[in-house]
């Protein structure tokens, strides 16, 4: 039969057994948060230079569009110019009426396809101008998720971080779209 003394040691040794196990448990606990925190870290500065290169390369793209609509523009003023010029030489030539005739319709074929491509190019200009707008505020929410991630707002960033999520895969998604759309 075991003794008042032989319990009391059994109950030091089963404090002192679970101290040292709750201790290693809370410390896998730290451990694995920590961890966490910096996969996260890593994850989100990954995509927030890789969103912001997105956005450049958008932005760049958008600039040669809209200095092609430029060309366009001044390449249908030009058509327009030579149309009028052809209509003046009509009044001027009953003889030449036929021909003139003919060149009008060629013109205007032209002008048409112009305008087509100009407008083409203002709707692509357009969106490319709304995606990199879209991946600004993506870049920008990503930087301030990280910022207040270092800054140890947890509080912010638990949320914030579905909108900031939200804003990214939209950003994604229109992209897709633009790119199946224009190639």
Do not use: I
Not at 3 to 23: F, I, N, P, Q, Y
Not at 123 to 151: K, P
Request: net charge neutral; hydrophobic share 40%.
């Amino acid at each position: 039969m075991p003794s008042a003394s032989d319990s009391s040691l059994t109950g030091v040794t089963m404090k002192k057994t679970m101290t040292e196990t709750g201790g290693r448990v809370w410390a896998g606990v730290v451990v694995a948060v920590v961890l966490a925190l910096a996969g996260a870290a890593v994850y989100f500065a990954v995509a927030s230079h890789r969103n912001r290169d997105t956005a450049d390369s958008w932005r760049t793209r958008a600039g040669t569009l809209e200095r092609t609509l430029t060309g366009r523009t001044r390449q249908l003023n030009t058509r327009t110019t030579a149309l009028n010029k052809t209509a003046a030489a009509l009044k001027r030539s009953e003889a030449d009426v036929r021909t003139l005739e003919t060149r009008q319709r060629q013109l205007a074929d032209e002008k048409a396809k112009v305008e087509d491509v100009r407008g083409a190019l203002e709707v692509q200009a357009s969106s490319l101008a709304r995606l990199a707008g879209e991946q600004r505020d993506c870049t920008t929410g990503l930087t301030e998720l990280l910022n207040r991630y270092a800054a140890e707002d947890f509080a912010w960033v638990d949320a914030n971080a579905d909108s900031v999520s939200a804003t990214c895969a939209q950003a994604q998604t229109d992209f897709e779209t633009f790119q199946s759309q224009f190639g």
